[in-house]
């Protein structure tokens, strides 16, 4: 498979990120690649999903995964290994969240022609990485059940900015204290146009209804104007 | 139980957040009081946790606890309505971690009269409450069995800061890809200091064991010249 690329993201040095995030996803646009930007506390299972969703999506798009992190190369080499993809490693250098021209950074590095979709897996943090637009074409988050139900309540804006929360972990429900309904409540208090998925990466339940969404996403987002 | 007085915190002022916290760990000891400051990604079970143990020592040290949040007041009135120590809810108003200043902040609105032990429930992040020195007097951390046992690989910092970490939800083990020994290997590798304990916050498995930890802490701290 070949050794995985590390790329050392150095920090921004434009002050106006949002028209920064704006250019990146004209040029995305230019290009016809949807980047997706997948979010979560550290732990929900995000490259373990990307992973399911990956295998299943392979065939009708191609795909290419930057996993950011602050130290270590293990997610990128999971994922390569797991599904043949491109898939690249991003260091954040100890900083907490990826803003446009840091995923900028990452693209510069990572295959372009003749992909659809790129999936930047953002540092494990329900705070910081919601206040920074990366650029990105769409904007998802994973919660897992052993995280429980009143996350949406404590991270509202995590939840607010997320076009797409993935409830990962639902095999596990019968050993914790998680009331389905009652998350999804929470979410939509927060954000009404969400929508929600409940998946196991384990068991691959539920993986076919994100891979689906994903699919339609790339499709939708090409057809806009 | 009385109403939870909530204070919003404001963003500091000072630029040297070292000597500030310095300073105000010296006046926790010329007060006599332990700071805890106890860090977690969201979902680990800090409060559970806290209520087992609050429990178990409210007999032996007069403690209060200081619960910071992005937003929501649901765990300081757990707190309180669980273990009836004086409990009140920071907000931290979308800042994803604590300084010295922004805990003084706190502790200006805590009861601090005959007081042994304070926690700080920092915010469930795994990145920055880890490059801020609140003024405590130790730092402990909780890591969930369900977050997984490469943690200590992906959020270094976090680790080598921590006197104590705490692996909870041990109950469901069984359930998990999780490899305990693996873990603390891990731990060890990121800071050869730290004590480990494994708990179950829902059985109250070693729950004794931290609770222990805590009185001998502030113990040992209050003899410290």
């Known amino acids: 498979m070949g050794e995985i690329k590390i790329i050392e993201i150095k920090k921004s040095v434009f002050a106006d990120n949002e028209q920064d995030a704006n250019n990146l996803r004209k040029e995305l646009k230019a290009k016809g690649i949807y980047l997706l930007n997948l979010m979560s506390?550290?732990?929900?299972?995000?490259?373990?999903?990307?992973?399911?969703?990956?295998?299943?999506?392979?065939?009708?798009?191609?795909?290419?995964?930057?996993?950011?992190?602050?130290?270590?190369?293990v997610d990128a080499i999971k994922i390569k290994e797991a599904t043949g993809i491109p898939s690249i490693q991003l260091h954040t250098g100890g900083m907490c969240h990826l803003d446009a021209e840091m995923t900028r950074q990452g693209l510069d590095n990572v295959t372009t022609e003749n992909i659809d979709l790129i999936i930047l897996e953002n540092v494990g943090n329900l705070v910081c990485p919601a206040e920074f637009d990366t650029g990105s074409c769409g904007n998802a988050m994973i919660l897992s059940v052993p995280e429980g139900d009143d996350k949406p309540l404590k991270y509202p804006l995590m939840f607010s900015v997320c076009d797409l929360v993935i409830i990962n972990k639902t095999d596990v429900l019968p050993y914790f204290d998680f009331d389905m309904e009652k998350c999804k409540k929470y979410i939509l208090l927060r954000n009404p146009r969400a929508k929600v998925i409940p998946i196991s990466a384990k068991t691959g339940e539920g993986v076919?209804?994100?891979?689906?969404?994903?699919?339609?996403?790339?499709?939708?987002?090409r057809c806009e104007k």
Chains 1, 2 share one sequence.
Request: aromatic share 6%.
């Open 41 to 73: 506390a550290p732990g929900s299972g995000k490259t373990t999903t990307l992973i399911q969703t990956i295998n299943r999506i392979k065939d009708k798009l191609n795909v290419a995964v930057m996993e950011a992190d602050i130290d270590s190369d």
């Open 208 to 221: 076919d209804d994100f891979a689906n969404w994903l699919v339609n996403e790339v499709k939708t987002w």
